[in-house]
């Protein structure tokens, strides 16, 4: 029997990042030691009090079916939540999701039709691309890897890339894979061109709570975006809580309630002791604090090592990641980097930007030491 697969499969590819770790997993079955700088978790475990509240609320009896949207405790606690951050939402006007990437693909699959324009600002995460070819959407993208990675300096590209066919343009800040943190000033141009030419703009916020030094801005609380922002987090980075799967989005209740129905026909609901878990989180301070200053730290030895082998890099202002000037073909770069000196990065071809490597400094010091030590010993910096 032969298989006929739809287009909306065929024509996107499966997760670079994904691809890498399994690599790396499988070097690790042979009983090679792997520096895997290509994961983008923490490396630190679940706090211990969200741990608890998950496993109480099994106990509890929180095992059942939940309203499609989520617990209602968890959107008053997430409402209040995005209140602090200056973005003013109703509990119907946020969805509970099984991870952000979840949130993400109901939004598209919500407002994205064939032959619509999405815009992305690359180097932008891999799954964006997937997602607005699944629906059917056209891609235009826009290069900010001479403005070393920033949008402000980069504003002009974009008014050149976005029209009044622009259906949706999406802002990942901090970003993955750079770890730029967008200006205010870069935010009010968006702005200025989402009013212009009336254009929904995904705000991906799912690193928001990992910065250093700076305050981003949640590009829904501008005058003018309230109404053409959608906003999505998630609990995966800050609290560490990758595998529990656990994410949520809010916008205008006319997409929650469009997006709700895909939400309610696939997923059903996030998981239901989870949420209860989630609850937890919001309210957990202390170990982000830790992780974060730990995080820092991470960033700026990798710099340090990195300049001692003469490689500059653009300075990460958030999340946990970094990128990498490689050789033109990144990915033969990549390929042996895990190959000759057993260390798995991801190429940056995969972003939209091919001459990089994304480096994730979610790792110990130690290894992040061994890591670059390999790749300079092998001749890859």
Known sequence: MTMEFTDRVSRVEPSATLAISALAT???????????????????????????????AMDAGHTGYTTSAGILELREAIADKLAADGLEHTTDEIIVTPGAKQALYEIVQAL????????????????????????????????LAETDFQLEPALDDLAAAVSDETELLVVNSPSNPTGAVYSDAALEGVRDLA?????????????????????????????GMADRTVTVNGFSKAYSMTGWRL??????????????????????SAVNFVQHAGLEALETEEPVAEMVDAFEDRRDLVIDLLDDHGVDVAEPEGAF?????????????????????????????????????????????????????????????
Not at 116 to 140: F, H, I, N, R
């Open 26 to 56: 499988e070097l690790e079955n042979e009983g090679a030691d792997v520096v895997d700088l290509s994961v983008g978790e923490p490396d630190f475990p679940t706090p211990e009090n969200i741990v608890e509240a998950g496993k109480a």
């Open 112 to 143: 994205v039709e064939d032959g619509d324009e999405v815009v992305l600002l690359d180097p932008a995460w891999v799954s964006y691309e997937a997602m607005v070819k699944m629906a059917g959407g056209d891609l235009t993208r826009v290069d």
């Open 195 to 223: 009013v212009e030419h009336d254009i929904t703009v995904i705000s991906d916020e799912i690193y928001k709570e990992i910065t250093y030094g700076v305050e981003p801005t949640s590009l829904g609380t501008l005058e």
């Open 247 to 268: 994410g949520y989005f809010a916008g205008p209740e006319e997409l929650i309630d469009q997006a709700g129905k895909l939400h309610s026909h696939s997923v059903s």
């Open 321 to 381: 990641y970094m990128m990498l000037p490689v050789d033109e073909d990144d990915q033969a770069w990549c390929e042996g980097a895990i190959e000759d000196a057993h260390v798995a990065t991801v190429p940056g071809s995969a972003f939209g930007t091919p001459g990089y490597a994304r480096i994730s400094y979610a790792a110990s010091e130690e290894r992040l030491e061994e890591g670059i030590e390999r790749l300079a010993e092998e001749g890859y910096l």
